[in-house]
């Protein structure tokens, strides 16, 4: 079982920046992938960028590479995302997510475990 808590979403203006941070209840090399998800009212969950922790190869969605940074410290278990240069469609709950086992991550777009969400909010 692995539990999730993120921290650092909030309301910002077009341009600016935010800092997601997810602590995971274990070891980050014990998963397959960490990332994070997001969802915008309406619309379906997309993902937003990945990790491997066992050697930090990383992966973006489209519309955000190149402005945002998804990092680990795996001294203290967390994974971040830094997001530059907010757009209002970046509007949505963002969600941190851990894969294990097989099948599951970034490739096969399936996680088995989920935070409970934080709001981002970007207003133009």
């Known amino acids: 079982q692995v539990h999730l808590v993120e921290s650092g979403g909030g309301s910002v203006q077009a341009g600016e920046s935010l800092t997601l941070s997810c602590k995971a209840s274990t070891d980050l090399r014990r998963t397959n992938s960490m990332g994070w998800r997001r969802q915008a009212p309406g619309k379906e969950r997309e993902g937003v960028a990945a990790v491997d922790p066992s050697d930090g190869t990383t992966s973006y969605a489209g519309s955000v590479k190149g402005r945002f940074t998804i990092s680990q410290d795996n001294a203290n278990n967390t994974i971040y995302l830094q997001m530059n240069d907010l757009k209002p469609d970046d509007t949505a709950m963002y969600y941190c997510?851990?894969?294990?086992?097989?099948?599951?991550?970034?490739?096969?777009?399936?996680?088995?475990?989920w935070g409970q969400g934080t709001q981002v909010t970007v207003s133009s």
């Open positions: 997510v851990a894969a294990t086992g097989g099948n599951l991550g970034w490739i096969y777009n399936e996680y088995n475990y």
